[in-house]
């Protein structure tokens, strides 16, 4: 069993388990998550303002749903029906995820979709074009996803606020406040909380926290040089992941389909631990 399990990393690359492996296993959590969360239909979103949803709010279809997920799931770790399997995934993201949408929770979990697509897209052509480079591909792909996604973000940020967005920098007191309510109303502080050491930071040191702003915003706008080369995908995934530290510290906003995709792909933590462990560079692997 070690032997085979062995061979197969051999055979698809080191880099690529250390991707595809914590991947999945977020995967299976978020489709759970997202699935059994799921009561009813309200406003019909995504694929299901097309196709009738109901179906995924009945227990024993979210079991079959589930099931189908890691059978699919298993065959993805070892590399089986590669195209059948990743469209099959894609399939299970676009349903699910659009029912959870539909039961009125924005979980911004449109991107692992997309990731799944580009996957599925980068086996076809490997498929029908036999000097496509898989190895490289199904990696970049959902990089080139990621990547676009922080940039409509922050193209999305300048047409709706402009260079307001960081130069008002106060006006985010407000967003602050609203997270504070909120767990306020959920119990979760007290009423002298709501206006906390963070909110006082940002009301007597507005320079500084619009720095903060304008350098967010500059990281999400160029995160495309990213794709340029492994060290700066590396580099830009450190900064986005700062990036995400800031949101959570100051707003206590937590997207973990995105950062969490982000650190699987663009990161990439385990294949990066390997290389430090093992002292190789990435070109000797």
Known sequence: MLDRIRHH??????????????FIIANYYWIKRSLFNTTSISVNKGICSL????VLIIDTVKWLVLGLMVI??????????????????FVISLFVFSAHESYGVQERTGIVTLIWLVQFVAYLWKWRIKEFDLEKNRIFFPV???VVSYTLSALSKIQMSGWSWFHDSHMIILQMLKTNQVKYLDGQIQLNEIVDSKIEFVMQHGTIMSLLLLSALLIELTSGIGLLSKKLRLLYGLLLLFFHFGIDFFFGIVIDTFFESMIIFMINPYYLGYLIFTGKRKEDV
């Open 72 to 89: 699919a799931s298993i065959l993805y770790l070892f590399e089986r029906k590669m195209i059948v399997v990743t469209f099959t995934l």
């Open 144 to 146: 080139q996803v990621i």
């Open 9 to 22: 990393i051999s055979s698809v690359g080191i880099e690529w388990v250390c991707i595809k492996l914590p």
């Open 51 to 54: 196709v009738s949803c109901d």
